[in-house]
């Protein structure tokens, strides 16, 4: 089992940064990718970034791109999700996840309970 857990959302107006990090803990020598998805009110969940665990390679939804940087810190089990220039639309509940197999087609293996991340205009 690996246990995640999501801290840094918060209320920022449009235009504002947030950091986002999900910690990870248990087995975390299963772990090849780890990402983050978002949940807004009445849409599905969507994917927004992903990184691999070893290697760093990331992956991107064009949504975010240029916007939004994925790392990861290795020692400390740690990802996280750098927002810049937010936008209202940016507003959701964001979850981590990790998985198996590369960024773009990772198998999800585990969640986070999720952190909400709201944008005022």
């Known amino acids: 089992q690996v246990q995640l857990v999501e801290s840094g959302g918060g209320l920022v107006q449009a235009g504002g940064s947030l950091r986002l990090s999900c910690a990870a803990s248990?087995?975390?020598?299963?772990?090849?990718?780890m990402g983050w998805f978002r949940q807004a009110p009445g849409k599905e969940r969507e994917f927004v970034a992903a990184?691999?665990?070893?290697?760093?390679?990331?992956y991107y939804a064009d949504s975010v791109k240029g916007r939004f940087t994925i790392s990861r810190d290795y020692p400390k089990n740690t990802v996280y999700l750098q927002m810049n220039s937010l936008k209202p639309e940016d507003t959701a509940v964001y979850y981590c996840n990790s998985g198996r197999g590369s960024p773009r087609t990772y198998e999800y293996d585990y969640w986070g309970q999720g952190t909400q991340v709201t944008v005022s205009s």
């Open positions: 990184v691999s665990w070893s290697g760093g390679s990331t």
């Open positions: 248990g087995r975390t020598f299963s772990i090849y990718t």
